[in-house]
């Protein structure tokens, strides 16, 4: 019969070898727990128990290197958010020269909100949140730009017809 001192600090036992046996097998004492056989006045550790010495060099004494170790996954950077810096990109070059941004400008404002609900969901594995903001900003920024020169050059043209044609 033995007595152990649990990890908590108290006293347990008496119990039989075999039961000292499966809490080792449990996890439940290990290499540093103390014990007491009965008769006995010392409290040693279980390895200085011969009849304990192969169960409890199987099992790994606790510390840190026994603690499970987490891995978090690395974030990864949010396609929608890459995509709509890249439509924001093509929605300023673009506006300046032919279509007013469109489809660019709206395609960035879409992916770039569609981002930044998905990042929020999941700060964890999502990144990219600059980018989306980035590309929501150039986005809005080209459909703001296409709106001024369409209004401009409506105002441009009807003015043009009004001094051609005489007044009624």
């Given at each position: ?7 908590d ?5 008496p119990?039989?070898?075999e039961?000292l ?7 439940r ?14 409290w040693?550790?279980?390895t ?8 409890v ?5 606790p510390?840190?290197?026994?603690q499970p170790i987490?891995?978090?996954p ?6 929608m958010?890459l995509?709509?810096?890249?439509m ?8 300046m020269?032919?279509?007013y941004?469109?489809?660019f ?5 879409i992916?770039g909100?569609?981002?930044l609900t998905q990042i929020r969901n ?5 990144q ?14 080209s459909?703001a ?20 044609f005489?007044?009624?």
């Amino acid at each position: 019969m033995y007595k152990i001192i649990g990890a908590d600090g108290r006293e347990y036992g008496p119990i039989t070898a075999e039961m000292l046996r499966e809490w080792i097998a449990e996890g439940r004492a290990n290499a540093q727990t103390r014990a007491q056989a009965e008769g006995a006045t010392q409290w040693k550790p279980l390895t200085e128990f011969l009849e304990f010495a192969p169960y409890v060099a199987a099992t790994r004494p606790p510390g840190p290197a026994a603690q499970p170790i987490s891995i978090r996954p690395a974030g990864r950077t949010n396609a929608m958010a890459l995509t709509s810096m890249i439509m924001g990109i093509l929605a300023i070059t673009c506006g300046m020269c032919c279509c007013y941004g469109a489809p660019f400008n709206v395609l960035g404002i879409i992916f770039g909100l569609v981002a930044l609900t998905q990042i929020r969901n999941d700060p964890a594995s999502e990144q990219g949140r600059p980018l989306a903001i980035t590309g929501l900003v150039l986005s809005l920024a080209s459909l703001a730009l296409s709106v001024l020169m369409f209004s401009l050059g409506l105002a441009l043209s009807t003015s043009d017809l009004m001094h051609k044609f005489p007044k009624f």
